[in-house]
């Protein structure tokens, strides 16, 4: 995942556009739509994170209820891009390796993020302690995927 925002700012060119339209499973994508895909995918986890760090350690119920809230945005934009990223496939060998290990990683962060979200939800600081560290762990998994990626190229 890094390694793919490291090769999207060093770009130059178009835009990297994303899209919120759903692909069925096995659409051929462009390097550049996946780069788009993958930087909102990143973007959606960092508000994410953003947002979680910012409720603190000892939130009260009213905190992580108003959290929850602005939590499900990003939640949203990360599931779309998840899915994109699942269904697309690369013509390119190496990125389509380098999407399908990425894509794993964003789909299990994905699933981790609705748990913090639920429990945030349900003012629950006994789960939402637990699945803020399950989504921190996936995040480094995501990370290391893309790393790996990038030194196996």
Do not use: K
């Not at 780069?35 to 994410?48: C, K, N, Q, W, Y």
């Not at 119920?61 to 891009?81: F, H, K, T």
């Not at 699942?86 to 894509?103: I, M, N, P, Y």
């Amino acid at each position: 995942m890094l390694a793919t925002l490291a090769v999207a700012s060093a770009c130059g060119g178009g835009s990297l556009d994303s899209s919120t339209v759903q692909l069925q499973d096995g659409t051929e994508i462009s390097a550049q739509q996946y780069l788009a895909d993958t930087s909102a995918a990143v973007v959606a986890m960092g508000e994410f994170a953003a947002t979680l760090d910012a409720l603190g350690a000892e939130p009260n119920p009213q905190q992580m209820r108003a959290a929850a809230n602005a939590l499900a945005g990003p939640l949203a934009d990360a599931e779309v891009a998840a899915q994109r990223l699942e269904a697309a496939r690369l013509a390119d060998s190496r990125l389509e390796a380098q999407r399908a290990e990425s894509s794993r990683w964003m789909n299990i962060t994905v699933v981790r993020m609705a748990a913090v979200t639920v429990a945030a939800e349900e003012a629950d600081l006994d789960e939402l302690r637990p699945a803020s560290a399950a989504f921190a762990e996936a995040l480094d998994g995501l990370r290391a995927a893309g790393r790996g990626s990038i030194g196996s190229a």
